[in-house]
């Protein structure tokens, strides 16, 4: 009988505290849509296009050719920003960034975003948390994309 009733307030523990984090989860994703939600206000000029996965995207500059398709090498230039305006990491001075795209070399809203731009275009991404470090902080980059190796031709 003992060992049914340890089992059972076991069992309730960790019910409610699987339903304190689902709360928790639901009140910070809440507040990461307000910030966004916020962001968005605050720059009514910004004609951000949500996409189906969440990443708003704005084109700058459309650039010329064919978008970077997965496993394409990417060659681009960035600056990241959180939504309050200080920027948390750029690759300016240090020359382009390679990487292959789409295939989770990088945070998921960025490949996304970058898979949607062509050489030379320059766009604005407002990648939610989900689609980026999961830590209920949206993300701002201005991406140039100066090349492209196209390795799926």
Same mark, same amino acid.
Request: proline share 5%.
């Given at each position: @009988?003992?060992?049914? &009733?340890?089992?059972? @307030?076991? !069992?309730?523990?960790?019910?409610?505290?699987?339903?304190?984090?689902?709360?928790?989860?639901?009140?910070?994703?809440?507040? =990461?849509? $307000? $910030?966004?939600?916020?962001?968005?206000?605050?720059?009514?000029?910004? *004609?951000?296009?949500?996409?189906?996965?969440?990443?708003?995207?704005? *084109?700058?500059?459309?650039?010329?050719?064919?978008?970077?398709?997965?496993? %394409?090498?990417?060659?681009?230039?960035? !600056?990241?920003?959180?939504? %309050?305006?200080? /920027?948390?990491?750029?690759?300016?001075?240090?020359?382009?960034?390679?990487?292959?795209?789409? /295939?989770?070399?990088?945070?998921?809203?960025? *490949?996304?975003?970058?898979?949607?731009?062509?050489?030379?275009?320059?766009? &604005? +991404? +407002? /990648?939610?948390?989900?689609?980026?470090?999961?830590?209920? !902080?949206? +993300?701002?980059?201005?991406?140039? +994309? %100066?090349?492209? /190796?196209?390795?799926? =031709?």
């Amino acid at each position: @009988m003992r060992k049914i &009733m340890v089992f059972t @307030m076991f !069992t309730a523990a960790v019910f409610f505290a699987s339903c304190s984090l689902a709360s928790k989860h639901e009140k910070w994703e809440k507040e =990461e849509e $307000q $910030q966004i939600m916020n962001y968005l206000g605050g720059n009514p000029d910004l *004609d951000f296009e949500k996409s189906e996965s969440g990443l708003y995207y704005l *084109d700058i500059v459309i650039g010329n050719g064919m978008n970077p398709l997965k496993g %394409d090498s990417v060659f681009i230039n960035y !600056t990241g920003y959180l939504l %309050d305006g200080r /920027i948390f990491d750029s690759n300016e001075g240090r020359g382009p960034l390679a990487f292959p795209v789409g /295939i989770g070399w990088a945070i998921p809203g960025f *490949d996304e975003g970058v898979m949607r731009m062509k050489k030379g275009g320059k766009a &604005m +991404l +407002l /990648i939610p948390s989900s689609l980026a470090y999961r830590d209920y !902080t949206p +993300l701002l980059f201005e991406v140039e +994309l %100066d090349s492209i /190796i196209f390795v799926t =031709e």
